[in-house]
T-cell receptor
């Protein structure tokens, strides 16, 4: 069964450093998402991406964040200058084109900012 | 704006006993409803979803959920819980707009006692 993959599984970085989180969505999916889950809290939407542009973003997704689909398979989330409060689990998700189909989630990247 | 409430933060159930996890949503029209499960250190796995039609939906691992419009609820049930069901359960809602983000509840942690 096709699945969403994410790399790395864990990342530790120093405050102020840039990080790039990578995702490979399911191959025939066209909508892509990033969510985050701060430890002990609920999963929060960050951004959705369709047709090579952001279709929706939350208040969390400020100028420090950016997304890109650099090639036909990868979907990345960049945090330009990490803050302590960016420590969280980051989930990538993808879904197909028709209607409101199910979003399939990757296993997540655990980001720790020191 | 739509929202999801999971009133129970933590539930403990004896193995073999029945389970019901509550979920209430706030949305003007009929939303699309989902239950996801997250095992420790894992990503989010879809248990079941409701888009339309029969209000009782069956999912994986023996779970089912019932959509009740009058109560704005989508409670998750399982007749007999197994120790492996111990995990965190998230209810989520989406509008019927293409590409829309999922809005998650805060989750319910299920512990299973022997």
């Amino acid at each position: 069964e096709p699945e969403v993959t994410q790399t790395p599984s864990h990342q530790v970085t120093q405050m102020g450093q840039e990080v790039i989180l990578r995702c490979v969505p399911i191959s025939n999916h066209l909508y892509f998402y990033w969510y985050r889950q701060i430890l002990g809290q609920k999963v929060e939407f960050l951004v959705s991406f369709y047709n090579n542009e952001i279709s929706e973003k939350s208040e969390i997704f400020d100028d420090q964040f950016s997304v890109e689909r650099p090639d036909g398979s990868n979907f990345t989330l960049k945090i330009r200058s990490t803050k302590l409060e960016d420590s969280a689990m980051y989930f990538c998700a993808s879904r197909g084109l028709a209607g409101v189909e199910t979003q399939y989630f990757g296993p997540g990247t655990r980001l720790l900012v020191l | 704006a739509q929202s999801v409430t999971q009133p129970d933060i933590h539930i403990t159930v004896s193995e073999g006993a029945s389970l019901e996890l509550r979920c209430n949503y706030s949305y003007g029209a009929t939303p699309y409803l989902f239950w996801y499960v997250q095992s420790p250190g894992q990503g989010l796995q879809l248990l079941l979803k409701y888009f339309s039609g029969d209000t009782l939906v069956q999912g994986i691992k023996g779970f089912e959920a019932e959509f009740k419009r009058s109560q704005s609820s989508f409670n998750l049930r399982k007749p007999s819980v197994h120790w492996s069901d111990a995990a965190e359960y998230f209810c989520a809602v989406a509008t019927n707009q293409a590409g829309t983000a999922l809005i998650f509840g805060k989750g319910t942690t299920l512990s299973v006692s022997s």
